[in-house]
């Protein structure tokens, strides 16, 4: 039976005008061709998963940023330093009550996966930092509560604020690849009383070849779409 289906085959691809290796050439292409539309299509999938996820802790971080600023003291208050543990530490205590957290990891490792790419693919983090405080979210967001100084936060943040602030950033996919800054991984800057995302002043470096911390901003005007491959 199996020699007969092979010739029936063979006859049929003689008909069609195609030998063998030809139509071996030709499924190999289908399939090829089928892969990359399969990749697109997962890949714009994930984009739309994690715009929404975007738009959720953009939303959470503005009012629980009210909530904190109502029932505590105003930030200029805080005595923030700049790369300094406590300053992030006691941020995030002010933060606490008013979300739900799955994992508390302080600085240690549990919360965040590496490496940390910027946009440019050029590597961020390869581990925890002492003066970072990190949390896991119970929606699996991952987030860093960072202090950093004035000139850190206009430079490459793209945020004008008065002085030393807390700047939160966010996996938006968690524990999910790619890690890269601009595409799951967006900032958002604590300036005065309110939230504001990163790029909100300048989105220089949001682009294929730079930093992508300032990229929050621009995929935010640009209806929650990343236009800047």
Known sequence: MYVNAGRDFEKKSAKSGLSMPELIVTLGVVATIAALLI??????????KNMVALRKIQNSLSQVTQLVVNDNMSPIYW?????????????YKYY?????????????AGCWKYPTTYLSGRV???????????????DGMNVLVNV???A???????????GTSVVFI?????????????????????????IVPAGEDSTY???????????????????YTISYY
């Open 39 to 48: 990749t697109s299509i997962v890949s714009k999938i994930d984009e739309t």
């Open 170 to 194: 966010v996996d938006v996919n968690g524990d999910k690849r790619p890690n890269r800054i601009g595409t799951d991984i967006f900032a958002f800057v604590l300036r005065g009383e309110t």
């Open 205 to 223: 470096n949001c682009n294929t070849a730079g930093l992508g911390l300032a990229c929050t901003a621009r995929v935010m005007r640009d209806n």
């Open 124 to 138: 961020y983090l390869t581990s925890t930092e002492p003066y970072q405080y990190m949390f896991t979210l119970t």
């Open 148 to 150: 950093f100084s004035q």
């Open 79 to 91: 005595d923030l330093k700049e790369y300094d543990y406590e300053s992030a530490a006691k941020a």
């Open 152 to 162: 850190v936060i206009e430079d490459e943040f793209g945020v004008k604020v008065d």
């Open 96 to 108: 606490k009550p008013y979300f739900q957290v799955l994992r508390e990891c302080s600085n240690q």
